[in-house]
């Protein structure tokens, strides 16, 4: 179903990180804010993603605001936003869609996570989003809203997550700690908890298809997210319409995460 916009994104400007292609949650947020009105500046991991990303943001923008940004490293993530602030003439609001792990370490027993494989996954999916934070804030001086992706496993087992789950459980607790830093500058934090997806980071998880096609059939709305299910909550998340709710996980999963047991 085709959902027309209204345009409350005019005059709004923002970062997307971490589109991968046309499948990305991040994606889907980025046409969604693209529809209402808003300027877009986007980042990329490596060339194998700039390859596929640059020109997706080309047919829907009609620019070049892209820029590689690998977010273990402090200064590409510095230059990221601040070339976005300049080219866009300001920043309202940025989208974080990043989350690692070596795959090999999401199949088996989570107590058998390597150190290294632990620090790295932590890095990217949790640490690089404070580091987002604290640099962009600066910039964003009428206020704005920052908005991190998370996923059930944050709070409930999920096989074959791992992990991820950890990650994404300290990237929860981080938007509620930035979101009381960063309030009296206006500056809201919230995250987006999207049920299972069709997307590249998706079809790392061994039990991806099973557990998409479970939730699916198990969820009050019995049936699947798409991406312009997550893109009209992100929309909501960043813009005015919710100038006054910050430091909260928003599911958007047909209701799966309120549910006890099977559908009978």
């Given at each position: 179903?085709?959902?027309?916009?209204?345009?409350?994104?005019?005059?709004?400007?923002?970062?997307i990180m971490?589109?991968?292609?046309?499948?990305s949650?991040?994606?889907?947020?980025?046409?969604?804010l693209?529809?209402?009105?808003?300027?877009?500046?986007?980042?990329?991991q490596?060339d194998?993603?700039?390859?596929?990303?640059a020109?997706l943001?080309?047919?829907l923008?009609?620019?070049?605001?892209?820029?590689?940004?690998?977010?273990?490293?402090e200064?590409?993530?510095?230059?990221?936003?601040?070339?976005?602030?300049d080219?866009?003439?300001g920043?309202d609001?940025v989208?974080h869609?990043?989350?690692?792990?070596d795959?090999?370490e999401?199949?088996?027993?989570?107590?058998?996570t390597?150190?290294?494989?632990f620090l790295?996954?932590?890095?990217?999916?949790?640490?690089?989003?404070?580091l987002?934070?604290?640099?962009?804030?600066?910039?964003?001086?009428?206020?704005?809203?920052?908005?991190t992706?998370?996923?059930e496993?944050?709070?409930?087992?999920?096989?074959?997550?791992?992990?991820?789950g950890v990650?994404?459980?300290a990237?929860?607790?981080?938007?509620?700690?930035?979101?009381?830093?960063?309030?009296a500058a206006?500056?809201?934090?919230?995250?987006?908890?999207?049920?299972?997806?069709?997307?590249?980071?998706?079809?790392?998880?061994?039990?991806?298809?099973?557990?998409?096609?479970?939730?699916?059939?198990?969820?009050?709305?019995?049936?699947?997210?798409?991406?312009d299910?997550?893109?009209?909550?992100?929309?909501?998340?960043l813009?005015?319409?919710s100038?006054?709710?910050?430091?909260?996980?928003?599911?958007?999963?047909?209701g799966?995460?309120?549910?006890?047991?099977?559908?009978?």
């Open positions: 179903m085709t959902i027309a916009l209204p345009t409350i994104m005019n005059g709004k400007k923002g970062l971490g589109v991968a292609n046309d499948r949650i991040a994606w889907g947020i980025a046409r969604t693209h529809a209402a009105g808003a300027s877009l500046f986007f980042t990329y490596n194998v993603y700039g390859s596929r990303v020109p943001v080309k047919e923008t009609g620019t070049d605001n892209i820029v590689p940004c690998a977010v273990e490293r200064s590409d993530v510095a230059s990221a936003i601040k070339t976005a602030h080219k866009l003439g920043l609001f989208v869609s990043l989350a690692f792990s795959k090999a999401l199949d088996g027993r989570f107590v058998n390597s150190r290294d494989n790295k996954s932590m890095e990217i999916s949790c640490y690089s989003f404070i987002t934070a604290r640099l962009a804030a600066p910039l964003m001086t009428n206020g704005g809203s920052i908005l992706l998370s996923y496993g944050a709070s409930r087992v999920m096989k074959n997550y791992n992990v991820m990650c994404k459980a990237l929860e607790s981080s938007v509620r700690y930035l979101a009381d830093d960063l309030g206006n500056i809201r934090v919230n995250a987006l908890s999207a049920g299972p997806m069709k997307t590249l980071a998706g079809s790392a998880v061994a039990s991806g298809r099973a557990t998409f096609n479970w939730q699916g059939d198990n969820n009050p709305l019995r049936r699947n997210m798409n991406l299910d997550i893109g009209g909550s992100a929309l909501y998340l813009s005015d319409l100038r006054s709710v910050t430091g909260e996980v928003h599911f958007v999963d047909g799966y995460n309120i549910v006890g047991m099977m559908a009978m």
